[in-house]
Each structure stands twice: as C-alpha cells, then as structure tokens.
C-alpha cells in the first residue's frame, strides 16, 4: 500500500486486444475507496491463481468486464470497517479481524432461479469479485493489496483456521464441497476422482471424511497423485502412462467387475465425461464439475453408458455461502484440517502472476497462492 491513500492490484487486460509479446497483467496503482456504510477494506494476505483465471486470461469466460483484478478467493485483515458488518450468526466484525468472504455478491433471492428452481448459483444478478467485477465496479479482485467488500457481501471469520491451510483449500475447496454434496456418496461407497487439480484433491478429502470404503484418483501428474494419496486416495492412476482401456481394467479391478459407485469428474476435458459414465456402475452416480468452460462436444452411447446402466448425472455449478462457510467449519477441526496441509502451495508476489498462470495452466504447480503485499 503506497502512504497516500493508494493500493497496488495486478490488472488483466482484454485478451481481444493484448498484445501477445506482453504480460495480460500489468501491476499498477489504484486509489483506495471512499466506504461507503456497512462495508469494509480488506488488506489482502493472500489471493490465489486457479483455473478459472487462466480462462479469465485466455478469454474463455462470457461476462468478464476487463479490465479486472483478478483473484476471486482471498483472504486478509478488515484493515477499515464503516458502519456494522456482521456475519451470518449476527457477531459485528471489527477492524483487524482476519477473515475470508463470500467471492459471489448480489444473488438476488428474488429471481425465477433463486426462488423457483433453488437454482442460487445460476442468478443471472449475481456479480463475482475477481471474475464479473471490473476495475470499473472498484478494487474487485484479490491480486491487489487490497479489496473493497461491497455493502451487502458475506464476510466470514477465519478464527481458529490459519490463512494458509484455508488458502490451500480456496476456490477449489468450495467448489469440491458442492460437488461432493451433489454425489451424495454414502458410508462404504467406492468414489472415483477423475482429475487431482486442487479441485479433484478437495473432493478426495471430502469423500473421505463422509465415510467412503475406497477412493480412487485418475489423474497426472506424478506430484499431484502424490498429493493425491496424501489426501486419502487408496489408489491413483496417472492416465499418460495408460491406455484407456486399462484404465477401465484397473477402475473395475478395484470394484469388484462392477464400477465406481460414484464418480466425480474435475478435468475439464470434455472426453473425461464419457469415460466418467463408462468407470460408474449401474444406477450409480456421476458428478460433472471440471467443465468449467466450454471446451467442446462429447459423444456417448445413450443406450449403453446412461439409459442401461440407469445411471444418474448431475452437473454442478459454483458455489454458494453454504459451501463457504461450510469450508471454513471443516478446516476448524484440527485431525480434518491436516488433510489440506498436504497441499503446499506456491507463492507468487504480484510482479510475477503471468509466471504464476501459465505454471497452473501447465499443471507445473498444485497451487499458487498470490501475496500481495510487498
Ligand atoms: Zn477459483
Ligand atoms: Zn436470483
């Protein structure tokens, strides 16, 4: 933070009219806000860089108002708190509370999805700091020293969970718990990850702590099924060094000729749906969350991969405050928390972002985190 009033944020520009010798993010100055009542200022200890700002940076998001800062989860200290900013138990915050909050603001509780469909994630009102926010909308985005949380946005205190095992888990820990909740396995089930991205690593943990007998992890590469294991997978498989048929043999083997029980696909390849279906037993269940973006079409067999095998699919789609604050629940709980302390992320000061993506977008890290602060 400069001394006169100013903070420093990584801006993304438009991808459509970067020049392609230069970084999509340029460090640069910004004013600090005027608070309006009941909001704050959040002095950023941590942002990260997942995949879904890779997409940002590659122009594969609809909605995006560049330029942005990006960084949808983070987490800091209320450095300035203007008027009552409580939780959702009611406690007000006060200045230097470290906390994390909500990246999704403005979900209308008053739409056709909201009220009819109890579809929240799919608001057509709702704004998402570090993604649908722009530098227009403020200091929206965590690669900045600072954020701005808007009137209205939901702030949670990080009490009892240090910043960097929350910050291992971040977007993707909350992602993972929506999908988890939405493959429902139940105490013995064997669950299927395919992906170990922070996202598949997440949902491992998760499937663990809900009592699965077995759970296994396609995935690459070696580092992350590494981590993997260390998150609770009984067994990993990295699909560049098999065909995949043998990756059927070895799912199969593992469950008795019959499939997963459940199957959780975070990959974002759209091929990994198919293979999904094909890994799942009959009347089991599969969960599509690693699409994330549109990266193309994907042909099944209806009658032999979903009518047959009365199989179930669900898609899932963001995250809402439940999953949030269900996050940070899960980490308060010591022998739980361990479990993301596998995870050691990277981090990156803001200079080096550009870096930080294209290490993501490889694969060549678990996680980058983005400190800030200089
Ligand atoms: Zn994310
Ligand atoms: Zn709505």
Redesign the pocket.
């Known amino acids: 933070m400069g001394t006169d009033g100013t903070t420093i944020a990584a801006l993304m520009s438009d991808p459509r009219s970067r020049d392609s010798n230069k970084p999509a993010c340029q460090v640069c100055e910004l004013p600090l806000p005027e608070l309006e009542p009941d909001s704050a200022l959040l002095r950023v200890e941590f942002s990260e860089v997942c995949g879904t700002d890779v997409h940002l940076r590659n122009g594969l998001l609809s909605g995006v108002p560049y330029p942005i800062i990006p960084g949808h989860v983070s987490c800091g200290l209320l450095e300035k708190v203007r008027g009552t900013v409580r939780d959702v138990e009611g406690r007000t915050f006060v200045e230097g509370d470290r906390v994390t909050f909500l990246d999704v603001h403005r979900?209308?509780?008053?739409?056709w999805?909201?009220?009819v469909a109890h579809a929240?994630t799919r608001?057509?009102?709702?704004k998402v700091y570090g993604i649908t926010y722009g530098i227009d909308d403020g200091l929206t985005g965590g690669w900045a020293g600072h954020i701005y949380l808007k009137p209205g946005t939901r702030v949670i205190s990080l009490d009892g969970v240090p910043s960097e095992t929350y910050m291992a888990g971040g977007c993707s820990l909350t992602t993972a718990l929506h999908a988890v909740d939405r493959a429902d396995s139940a105490s013995g089930d064997t669950v299927l990850v395919l992906g170990s991205g922070p996202v598949g690593l997440s949902a491992i943990a998760l499937a663990t702590l809900r009592g699965a007998r077995r759970v296994l992890c396609i995935g690459a590469p070696d580092a992350r099924l590494s981590t993997a294991t260390a998150m609770g997978a009984d067994g990993v498989v990295n699909f560049t060094e098999v065909t995949e048929s043998d990756r059927a043999t070895w799912v199969m083997d593992h469950t008795g000729g019959r499939g997963a029980d459940v199957t959780i696909e975070c990959t974002g390849v759209p091929a990994a749906v198919t293979q999904a279906m094909r890994y799942t037993r009959d009347a089991g269940r599969v969960v599509i969350v690693g699409q994330s973006t549109d990266h193309g079409e994907t042909s099944f067999n209806p009658h032999l991969d979903l009518n047959k095998k009365h199989l179930e699919m669900r898609g899932c789609w963001g995250s809402d405050y439940s999953h949030f604050h269900r996050s940070v629940d899960i980490l308060r709980v010591p022998g739980v928390a361990a479990r993301w302390s596998a995870i050691k992320p990277d981090r990156y000061p803001l200079s080096r972002v550009d870096e930080a993506l294209d290490l993501v977008a490889n694969g060549k890290v678990i996680k980058a985190l983005i400190i800030p602060q200089p």
């Open positions: 979900t209308c509780h008053a739409c999805q909201c009220l929240t608001c057509p009102d709702r």
